[in-house]
């Protein structure tokens, strides 16, 4: 069977590259193909050096304000080692519609909320200071508007009593890594469903 290719973009400690990784072996569908950052500084990137996956970086820093410029690079390692699918793991890098238009229909990411809940940046605080008691994490077909898309999945958590941003931060992490991989095995399959998880 040929596998489709994964290339998976981070920003930081790569926790869910990892989970992504390690999740495709067997008879998963896919394989990863590539980890890019746009930071040299990327704890994940030695975890995907240490998994046998190729990396690379391209720093947004040099090209300013200029998006475009910066995605022309971006996109090249992606397109040269031929990926299927893109998933945005904590790649904390807004997207053209120009980038995103390459990947219609194949890029994911992953947010930590219950979206339409908490577009954008400080989610967890964000629920906190709202009083919601139910919080979580979204996957979801990455489309030209930041944080839209059609919803692949979602894992709820409970807000507790004395919670801070930090202490619902990881538990929602916790989520985001049974999340994550369960969505990219089934889509990688060419099944968009979406999954609750709860
Ligand atoms: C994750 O919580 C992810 O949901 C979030 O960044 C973290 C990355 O952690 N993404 C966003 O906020 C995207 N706007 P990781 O590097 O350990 O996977």
Same mark, same amino acid.
């Given at each position: 069977?040929?596998?489709?290719? =994964?290339?998976? +973009? %981070?920003?930081?400690?790569? $926790?869910?590259?990892?989970?992504? =990784? ?5 008879? @998963? ?7 890019? $950052?746009?930071?040299? #500084? ?6 995907? /050096? &240490?998994?046998? %996956?190729?990396?690379?970086?391209? #720093? @947004? ?7 475009? /410029?910066?995605?022309?690079? !971006?996109?090249?390692?992606? !397109? &040269?080692?031929?990926? #299927? %699918? ?8 807004? +997207?053209?519609?120009?980038?995103? $238009? ?7 990411? %992953?947010?930590?909320? *219950? ?13 906190? &200071?709202?009083? #919601? ?6 996957? @979801? ?18 807000? +507790? ?11 929602? *992490?916790?989520?985001?890594?049974? *999340?994550?991989? /369960?969505? +990219?095995?089934?889509?990688? /399959? ?7 998880? $709860?």
């Amino acid at each position: 069977m040929s596998h489709k290719k =994964v290339a998976i +973009l %981070i920003s930081g400690g790569g $926790s869910n590259m990892v989970t992504l =990784v390690d999740s495709m072996t067997g008879d @998963h569908p896919a394989r990863p193909c590539l980890v890019l $950052s746009n930071r040299t #500084d990327a704890g994940g990137l030695k975890k995907a /050096a &240490e998994r046998g %996956i190729a990396t690379a970086v391209v #720093d @947004h820093r040099p090209f300013g304000k200029d998006r475009e /410029a910066f995605e022309t690079e !971006l996109v090249k390692p992606i !397109l &040269e080692t031929g990926a #299927d %699918i893109v998933c945005l793991a904590g790649f904390m890098r807004v +997207l053209t519609v120009g980038f995103v $238009s390459q990947f219609e229909g194949r890029m994911l990411n %992953i947010h930590p909320s *219950l979206l339409p809940k908490y577009k954008g940046l400080h989610t967890h605080a964000r629920a906190l &200071e709202a009083g #919601d008691t139910r919080h979580g994490c979204t996957v @979801h077909e990455v489309t030209p508007l930041l944080d839209d898309g059609p919803v692949l999945g979602q894992a709820e958590v409970p807000v +507790l009593a004395g919670d801070t941003p930090e202490l619902l931060a990881a538990r929602v *992490l916790e989520q985001e890594h049974r *999340l994550y991989p /369960a969505v +990219l095995q089934r889509f990688a /399959a060419g099944d968009r469903t979406p999954i609750h998880m $709860s």
